[in-house]
T-cell receptor, first 115, second 114 residues
Framework: DAGVIQSPRHEVTEMGQEVTLRCKPI?????LFWYRQTMMRGLELLIY????????DSGMPEDRFSAKMPNASFSTLKIQPSEPRDSAVYFC?????????????FGPGTRLLVL | AQSVAQPEDQVNVAEGNPLTVKCTYS??????LFWYVQYPNRGLQFLLK??????LVKGSYGFEAEFNKSQTSFHLKKPSALVSDSALYFC????????????FGKGTMLLVSP
């Protein structure tokens, strides 16, 4: 398996622009997670899905952030409009709820810089 | 709510020496515990996990961790450090009942000098 795939790997945009980050989870996994990593706040969970349904979006910082999972093999995280404080590395992770002790597998991340 | 503490921001060790990266946790019930490693400009990679059974868990790259329930700790160890082990290490916890998300520590930077 290719692992979790994220695109783009790097994104530089200007404040106010829309940003869309993409994720393809590992085939067969039924959970998908979006995280954000910054020096100041560490690793933060933004939202997670189970069987394509959003379960908990309490970590989404504000209404400018939205996430979708239209099918089992694709998810997007959108920021509109983007702000400089959104600059961070965004990770997608997936796991299979096999009963207990499921392991989350992370993608390589998207490094976002908002100017 | 569960929480994880990694008391050291950075650990320095010489190559060939044993290393320990500390982790303590707080959770109701028996926890599921994980260690991940992050190399520069990479995603987090799974190293090992404790679910139940033997308190000493062996994982990737020669790492192991010991679950200590009385001390609520899950320290990561390796008998002989390599320069290539230099990376950011994260401990994570989740409670066993139902499904909930992992709670990650803030991470510990491990620097192994030649």
């Amino acid at each position: 398996d290719a692992g979790v795939i994220q695109s783009p790997r790097h994104e530089v945009t200007e404040m106010g622009q829309e940003v869309t980050l993409r994720c393809k989870p590992i085939s067969g996994h039924d959970y998908l997670f979006w995280y954000r990593q910054t020096m100041m706040r560490g690793l933060e969970l933004l939202i997670y899905f189970n069987n394509n349904v959003p379960i908990d979006d309490s970590g989404m910082p504000e209404d400018r952030f939205s996430a979708k999972m239209p099918n089992a093999s694709f998810s997007t995280l959108k920021i509109q409009p983007s702000e400089p404080r959104d600059s961070a590395v965004y990770f997608c992770a997936s796991s299979f709820m096999a009963g207990s002790g499921e392991t989350q597998y992370f993608g390589p991340g998207t490094r976002l810089l908002v100017l | 709510a569960q929480s994880v503490a990694q008391p050291e921001d950075q650990v320095n060790v010489a190559e060939g020496n044993p290393l320990t990266v500390k982790c303590t946790y707080s959770v109701s019930g028996n926890p599921y515990l994980f260690w991940y490693v992050q190399y520069p400009n990479r995603g987090l990679q799974f190293l090992l996990k404790y679910i139940t059974g033997d308190n000493l868990v062996k994982g990737s790259y020669g790492f192991e961790a010991e679950f200590n329930k009385s001390q609520t700790s899950f320290h990561l160890k390796k008998p002989s450090a390599l320069v290539s082990d230099s990376a950011l290490y994260f401990c994570a916890v989740r409670p066993p009942s139902g499904y909930s998300t992992l709670t990650f520590g803030k991470g510990t930077m491990l620097l192994v000098s030649p």
